[in-house]
C-alpha cells in the first residue's frame, strides 16, 4: 500500500477554473514538497511545509500543510495550459531521515 | 548554478547487459540522491550519498545495482545483467542539507 496517497489521480479542468489536488498521509509528516514533472522530464519543486496549518503561496498556486500534519492540498486558481503536468506531494516520514517518500502523482490537463 | 545533470538521457540495452548512468549534481550540495520511476508511479527512493558516505539504500536495491560517488562530487549508478524489469527512468537529485532536493532530468533506461 502507498505511504502517501493522492487524489484525484487524474484532473481535466477547463482553462480558467479552480482545482485543488490532496495528499494524504498514515504517518505525522515531517516534511512536505510538492514538486511538478512534465513527461519524460525531472521533478521541479514547487513548495515545501514544515509547520502545522503552514500555508504558502507562489503565484497562483496554494499549499497547505493541516494542524495535524497528515494532509496536504494544493489549490491551483484560474488554471492556465502552462499548468498542465504531474503533481507530485514528498514527504519526509520520520524525524531523522531526510529521504523523501513520494505519491503516485496527479496527472492534471487544462482544455482551452 | 547549473543544475542536476544526468547522461545520457537515454539508453537502450539488450537483456543481460551491463549500463551505467552518470549524475553531476549542482556544486557544493553535500546530498546526492538516486530514484526510480516507472510509468503512472511515483519516485521510488533508491540510495542516497552525504558527501562520498553512502548512508541508506532501500531494499529495491538489488545485488545487481551499485552507486558511487567516489570524491564527494559526481555519481554513477551501475546495473549489472539487466532485466526487464529494470526498464524505468533513473532520476538523481541532489541538495544541500535540510533542503529541497533539485532533480535532473533523468535517464530512460529501456530494457529489450
Known amino acids: 500500500s502507498q505511504e502517501l496517497e493522492q487524489s484525484p489521480q487524474s484532473l481535466i479542468v477547463q482553462e480558467g477554473k479552480n482545482l485543488t489536488i490532496n495528499c494524504t498521509s498514515s504517518?505525522?509528516?515531517?516534511?512536505l514538497y510538492w514538486y511538478k514533472q512534465k513527461y519524460g522530464e525531472g521533478l521541479i519543486f514547487l513548495m515545501m511545509l514544515q509547520k502545522g496549518g503552514e500555508e504558502k503561496s507562489h503565484e497562483k498556486i496554494t499549499a497547505k500543510l493541516d494542524e495535524k500534519k497528515q494532509q496536504s492540498s494544493l489549490h491551483i486558481t484560474a488554471s492556465q495550459p502552462s499548468h498542465a503536468g504531474i503533481y507530485l506531494c514528498g514527504a519526509v516520514l520520520t524525524g531523522t531521515a531526510s529521504k523523501l517518500t513520494f505519491g503516485t502523482g496527479t496527472r492534471l490537463q487544462v482544455t482551452l | 548554478d547549473t543544475g542536476v545533470s544526468q547522461n545520457p538521457r537515454h539508453k537502450i540495452t539488450k537483456r543481460g547487459q551491463n549500463v551505467t548512468f552518470r549524475c553531476d549534481p549542482i556544486?557544493?550540495?553535500?546530498?546526492l540522491y538516486w530514484y526510480r520511476q516507472t510509468l503512472g508511479q511515483g519516485p521510488e527512493f533508491l540510495t542516497y550519498f552525504q558527501n562520498e558516505a553512502q548512508l541508506e539504500k532501500s531494499r529495491l536495491l538489488s545485488d545487481r545495482f551499485s552507486a558511487e560517488r567516489p570524491k564527494g562530487s559526481f555519481s554513477t549508478l551501475e546495473i549489472q545483467r539487466t532485466e526487464q524489469g529494470d526498464s524505468a527512468m533513473y532520476l538523481c537529485?541532489?541538495?544541500?542539507?535540510?533542503?529541497?532536493?533539485?532533480f535532473g532530468n533523468g535517464t530512460r533506461l529501456t530494457v529489450t
Open positions: 504517518k505525522t509528516l515531517y516534511g
Open positions: 556544486s557544493e550540495h553535500n546530498r
Open positions: 537529485a541532489s541538495s544541500p542539507l535540510d533542503s529541497p532536493l533539485h
